[in-house]
């Protein structure tokens, strides 16, 4: 008699205990006050509004309205895959209980797209003509250094989405094994932080090189913003990497920084590359990639690494525009990023009693 087929897809469902976020009960020491954090930060990309900028903008010269927005498109790139696969695959990944995490990573998940990638959209169609946005998408697509950057990253989200789904209905997989899990765990997040702490930071520096002179700064208070976000989003991550990064053995250490040093490297050669794309046009490559090494040398440290370059001094013009301390500004002009959200209350009939006026009404008689 022929073997019965077993079919793996048809395993009798486990029974599941499903249970709830409850903040009374810290998960870590840290977790809350990320929480606490990201929300007080919240903005929305209409909070800025960027025609002041315009004047500027429409006398510089070709070259460097090129570079700017070639740049702008290089983080709209990193920040739309942060969001749509990035910091949700590295949610996901987490251990069920961990609500308070996942709502953590969530969070910073909708502010990537939602916010940082919409928010270059605005400068774009401010500053530009609707086909000169066309073209900009055409140019990143067919960028071989940032379709390089974007593979390697989405690469090891991708490989870590496998393993979610292996882990959550497939664990006889002959690919699967929990320490396989937590490797692909480890690396996603690495490619995470170096997206967040490092990569981001070559496109930064050019708005930020205008900001700190006191030009476009609209569009350097809306950097601000956002780099604001990417540096909690990097310690955030780079902090659960660690955790992770401690269970696994001394051999099984040694082969993974290995890996994470090729991969860096890696990087690093198709990054530079990138900038001397952009910024050689406006004789700024050498510079840039000394900010490139610097924020390097931070992603490591977020990982728990120490450097891996040299100190060099940064642009103090671009450290200018990079202080993220709170600013005071004209809040007629822009927002600052400091502002303060403002608080609201519920309407009362008593608010539309004026004097020797009648009660206003809202009725539909
Ligand atoms: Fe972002
Ligand atoms: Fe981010």
Redesign the pocket.
């Known amino acids: 008699m022929a073997k019965e087929k077993v079919d793996k897809s048809l395993k009798p469902l486990e029974k599941i205990i499903y249970n709830g976020a409850n903040w009374n009960e810290k998960e870590d020491d840290y977790t809350q006050s990320f929480y606490e954090q990201n929300l007080s930060q919240f903005w929305r990309p209409e909070d800025i509004a960027l025609q002041p900028d315009l004047n500027v903008w429409h006398i510089l010269p070709d070259e460097v309205k090129d570079a700017y927005a070639k740049n702008l498109l290089v983080l709209t790139f990193l920040?739309t895959h942060?969001?749509d696969i990035?910091?949700p695959v590295v949610a996901r990944s987490l251990d069920e209980h961990f609500h308070q995490r996942k709502a953590v990573i969530n969070f910073?998940?909708s502010?990537?797209n939602a916010v940082?990638a919409k928010s270059y959209s605005n400068i774009f169609m401010t500053y530009m003509t609707a086909n000169d946005i066309d073209q900009l998408f055409i140019w990143g697509e067919n960028h071989k250094n940032l379709q390089s950057i974007m593979t390697q990253i989405v690469g090891y989200y991708k490989e870590l989405d496998r393993y979610n789904y292996l882990k959550k209905f497939d664990t006889d997989h002959a690919s699967f094994s929990e320490v396989g899990f937590a490797i692909a765990q480890w690396k996603a997040m690495v490619a995470?932080v170096f997206?967040?702490t490092w990569l981001?930071y070559s496109g930064f520096y050019y708005p930020l090189f205008f900001y700190g002179q006191g030009k476009l700064m609209q569009a350097g208070e809306i950097i601000n913003l956002?780099l604001r976000?990417?540096s909690i989003?990097?310690l955030y991550i780079g902090r659960l990497a660690q955790e992770i990064y401690e269970t696994f053995d001394n051999q099984k250490q040694d082969e993974l920084q290995t890996w994470m040093y090729e991969f860096l490297l890696s990087l690093y050669h198709e990054q530079n590359e990138l900038v001397e794309s952009i910024y050689d046009a406006v004789d700024l490559s050498h510079d840039v990639k000394v900010f490139v090494r610097y924020n390097a040398n931070k992603a490591l440290m977020n990982l728990g690494f120490d450097p891996y370059f040299e100190y060099e001094e940064v642009n103090p013009v671009v450290l200018n525009g990079l202080n993220t301390e709170t600013k005071t500004m004209d809040n007629f002009s822009m927002k600052g990023n400091g502002y303060q959200k403002m608080k609201s209350e519920m309407l009362k009939d008593a608010d539309f009693i004026f004097p020797n006026k009648k009660i206003i009404d809202f009725g539909d008689k």
């Open positions: 920040d942060q969001g990035g910091m910073m998940a502010m990537e940082h995470s997206l967040e981001f956002i976000d990417e989003h990097g």
